[in-house]
């Protein structure tokens, strides 16, 4: 069955569809249909399709319900360049477009451009054939009698920026869901409330639902620009529309499996098939390997159900009200196909034979993982593990990871960008001591004797508490003296009186298509307490190479478990987190690369954002970095902090973008996109904390870099 959606308007950029600065692209882009040049020589007379040029006061045309008694263009009439008025649904389906950078949809829009130097005619562009404004502007009011619009680079600068402009741009959207038609403006655009006001007017005196019209602020700058407005100038939130929103499309993907309804406690007990779809009534922590993933909540775009929906290219989505969706419940236990789209999603049932003849052509490629370096046995300072002045960024990770993992070399390239971007002291232990436990203690023979039981490799239980087992055994057994020496006295010079972090390092994460999120194991010690001994932190990470979640990711992806070692990344804990957070390096509701900026997730003090409890809200924005200004854009809005409030100061958000900034361009050359498809997704996703453990004022750390592998559209 499909979603049914009123009038098929869908699609929506993180519930905002904004007018972009011309040189980024605007959301709202549509694909060119090849529209013919209706609009008419560039001249002040020019004869618009639908009709003349009308009075942009006279609402003669609209009932007095507010419903339209005509419509502005003609049944059958070619599509146009633009229109002056919106009068009926197909004036605005004639020019409005669905945004290709959607996130959550539910939303249609188009361009508008008010010329002040022309009697403030007003135009709702053709947003299918002219992607931005400046394309428009460029082709239909330049020149011919009218002032020359200059080149792009200029254009944005006045356009957007200059108290003087030409233009008041903007963009007419509905958002389907909460039934909403607003006007919104670039979230850096720096247009005053009187232009705003202007323009608003002018929409709603020539549109057929001119007075529902809100304007929707979409940045903190035009939040506080629009407290000027009168109230005569309706305004919605974020917030507000984020209420009416149902549909979440989080990874892009298609899945075909058996239709399964579970409570997400039941995962602690219950178990997955890697190919059943699963109906979730709330966001798990944590999840095996499945074909999807349907959950009744909404979910953060780097939550680890995500990352990992992402990693293996399953779908991934939320539907409020899924667990008790009465079309879901009827394909309970069927098997069914289900793609989740930017803009809506469909399910509906197949056959066995159908379910089987597409897993044999969708199954996963095997991820091969770079073999393990069990010569190198040295604990290496991170700013020592990678020789990239000898070899270079990529050979010297390649170099590396076989002995130190791939969380532990990438954060030896953090150390090399330089002071935009803080890393704590730190140091790696390689696979080698982790195999050696294994094979002192003979767990490594344990490992063959489970991976060829035949009840093992059948039976999901009996891999739960085979695995189990082996967990307790590398907890239980002895650590080698000699190690355990080396270790603490490592400690005890560098680190003294400091209670450390160990972090897992395989070389299976962390890598150019496969992270790992979310497998593996981070744990704590005391090296002066005796109830938090540093060795059953070490042990505790060595055991989680074989948690069940991780072995099942591993044979979803044919990763040969026993090429796989653990190493150690280690650095002092953070005792006094102000906030901690991940990131992206780019906007991840923008994946064409239109609409730059970097995802931002912030909670305060140590409270997880990739595990959050239920219920638990955070800070979400885009912060527009490279534009001037550096709005940001909110989200959502943390509620374990007053309302009104943010986890992160301005202060804040810039020293964190100064570094999000730094590890974009760092990683480019190694992670992103080809030179002939420029516009492929890249970001680096990153962890990071304000930690005041100096005393001092919070300060930005960064704890951890690795390539995203993108929401789907590349997969």
């Known amino acids: 069955m499909r979603r049914r959606l009123d009038w098929g308007l869908v699609g929506l950029c993180c519930c905002l569809v904004v007018t972009g600065c011309e040189d980024s692209g605007d959301s709202g882009n549509g694909a060119d249909v090849g529209v013919t040049d209706l609009g008419g020589d560039n001249d002040d007379t020019q004869q618009d399709t639908g009709g003349t040029t009308e ?370 002291m730190a140091y790696a232990v390689p696979v080698y001591y982790y195999r050696k436990h294994m094979e002192l203690n003979g767990l490594d023979k344990v490992v063959d004797s489970m991976l060829d039981d035949e009840a093992f490799k059948s039976d999901p239980a009996v891999r739960f508490e085979k695995l189990a087992e082996l967990q307790e055994m590398i907890r239980n057994s002895p650590v080698d003296p000699a190690f355990e020496a080396l270790l603490m006295t490592k400690l005890a010079t560098d680190y003294p009186g400091q209670r450390m972090r160990f972090r897992s390092s395989t070389n299976a994460e962390d890598l150019d298509g496969f992270t790992g999120a979310g497998l593996y194991t981070s744990l704590s010690g005391d090296p002066n307490d005796p109830k938090d001994p540093i060795m059953d932190a070490v042990r505790g990470v060595w055991a989680s190479i074989w948690k069940y979640k991780a072995f099942e990711e591993r044979s979803y992806r044919s990763i040969d478990h026993k090429s796989v070692g653990m190493a150690l990344l280690s650095h002092p804990a953070f005792p006094e987190e102000e906030s901690n957070g991940v990131a992206l390096t780019a906007n991840i509701f923008d994946t064409s690369g239109l609409e730059p900026g970097f995802y931002i997730n912030a909670q305060i003090k140590g409270v997880s954002v990739v595990l959050p409890d239920a219920g638990v809200t955070t800070d979400q924005m885009i912060y527009h970095y490279q534009m001037p200004g550096q709005p940001i854009v909110f989200l959502s809005h943390s509620n374990l902090i007053p309302p009104g409030e943010t986890v992160l100061t301005t202060a804040q958000t810039y020293e964190l973008g100064k570094a999000l900034s730094a590890i974009h361009q760092y990683f480019f050359k190694l992670y992103g996109p080809p030179p002939g498809n420029p516009l492929e997704f890249y970001a680096m996703d990153v962890e990071w904390k304000f930690d005041s453990s100096d005393g001092g004022p919070a300060k930005v750390v960064i704890k951890q870099a690795r390539p995203h592998p993108g929401w789907g559209l590349n997969k």
């Open 55 to 424: 009075d942009t006061g006279d609402t003669s045309a609209i009932s007095d319900t507010g419903g339209p008694a005509e419509c502005f263009l003609a049944d059958g009439a070619e599509e146009p360049e633009w229109i002056d008025k919106v009068l009926c649904q197909n004036d605005f389906l004639a020019v409005a477009s669905e945004p290709i950078d959607a996130s959550i949809p539910g939303a249609l829009s188009c361009k508008t451009v008010l010329d002040r130097l022309d009697d403030n005619r007003f135009y709702f562009q053709n947003s299918k054939k002219y992607l931005i404004h400046w394309e428009f502007a460029h082709k239909h009011l330049s020149g011919n009698g009218k002032p020359l619009v200059p080149a792009l680079g200029q254009f944005n600068q006045t356009e957007y920026y200059s108290p003087a402009r030409r233009f008041i741009l903007g963009a007419l959207t509905f958002y389907q869901e909460p039934g909403v038609w607003v006007y919104e403006i670039s979230p850096y655009d720096t247009a005053s409330f009187d232009m705003i006001q202007l323009a608003y007017e002018t929409i709603q005196a020539n549109t057929f639902f001119g007075d529902e019209l809100f304007f929707h602020p979409t940045s903190a700058a035009i939040e506080l620009e629009a407290k000027k407005l009168p109230s005569s100038v309706k305004q919605i939130s974020t917030d507000e529309l984020f209420k009416g929103i149902t549909y979440q499309p989080l990874n892009l993907a298609e899945g075909v499996g058996r239709l399964k309804f579970m409570k997400a406690k039941q995962l602690e007990t219950e178990y997955l098939n890697f190919r059943d779809i699963v109906v979730l009534d709330s966001v798990p922590n944590d999840i095996a390997v499945v074909a999807g993933i349907i959950t009744a909540q909404l979910q953060t775009p780097l939550s680890h159900i995500n990352v990992l929906s992402q990693n293996r290219g399953t779908p991934n989505m939320a539907l409020i009200g899924a667990e008790t969706n009465s079309e879901l419940l009827a394909l309970d236990g069927k098997w069914v196909r289900l793609v989740v789209g930017p803009f809506h999603y469909t399910i509906e049932e197949v056959t066995l034979a159908e379910a089987d003849a597409w897993w044999e052509d969708n199954k996963p490629e095997p991820v091969g993982v770079p073999n393990l370096d069990m010569t190198v046995t040295d604990l290496r300072d991170t700013d020592k593990i990678l020789d990239i002045e000898g070899l270079g960024l990529g050979p010297a990770l390649k170099k590396a990871i076989p002995a130190f993992g791939g969380k532990a070399s990438h954060y030896g390239a953090l150390t090399e960008i330089g002071p935009d971007v803080p890393v704590p």
